[in-house]
């Protein structure tokens, strides 16, 4: 099989959207390349090209989070994935309503129905990406998006997934299956 740019990934993949601080400046980006990595400690990645201006920010300031929003905040989600902050401020040009991180210094988006605040413990270069790891210091979750068992409450969440060539998805509420535990 070719290996190809293209197919080397396996969709949909859940998009979030990476904020980093440096100085005054706060940025976010789209990312669909990041992952849980570890219970104890709680580790999370995401990798991260160094062609990104949030590269650099994350680098100076040792922090970042990943801003998982509804699908119904795609545009903007999309539009953090097209536009550097390296020309332009994107709160201003997107028109972002944010509020104080909980226990890092960067701003969260107010839209994001979970928010995952992390202080940067190790950076490795893989490949042409940089996958930043950060110990995870806070989850700040909208009150009403899980249902007792962890289950993603389907009534009230959209999850952007991301499919590839500006394509998007999210989920069907009718196929939803919790399966019974012996
Ligand atoms: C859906 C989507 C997912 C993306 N995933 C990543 C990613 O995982 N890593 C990455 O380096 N760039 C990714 N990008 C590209 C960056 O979001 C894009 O280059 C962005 O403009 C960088 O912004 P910045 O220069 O302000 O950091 C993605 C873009 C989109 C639209």
Request: charged fraction near 20%; glycine fraction near 6%.
């Amino acid at each position: 099989m070719t290996i190809t740019q293209k197919s080397h990934q396996a969709y949909p993949k859940l998009v979030t959207v990476v904020g980093a601080k440096s100085g005054e400046k706060v940025n976010y980006m789209a990312a669909a390349w990041h992952t849980c990595l570890s219970h104890t400690p709680p580790l999370y990645g995401v990798a991260i090209s160094p062609k990104r201006f949030t590269h650099d920010m994350i680098i100076k300031s040792g922090e970042f989070n990943c801003n998982f929003l509804p699908f119904n905040k795609l545009e903007l989600i999309n539009a953090t994935g097209q536009i550097s902050g390296k020309d332009c401020n994107k709160i201003d040009v997107l028109n972002l309503q944010i509020e104080q991180g909980i226990h890092i210094n960067i701003p969260f988006i107010s839209d994001a129905y979970e928010v995952i605040e992390c202080k940067l413990k190790q950076t490795i270069k893989v490949g042409d990406h940089t996958l930043f790891v950060g110990e995870i210091v806070h989850v700040e979750e909208k009150d009403d998006i899980f249902r007792e068992n962890r289950i993603l409450n389907r009534q009230n969440i959209y999850p952007t997934l991301y499919l590839g060539s500006d394509t998007y998805i999210t989920i069907d509420k009718s196929s939803i299956v919790v399966l019974p535990r012996d």
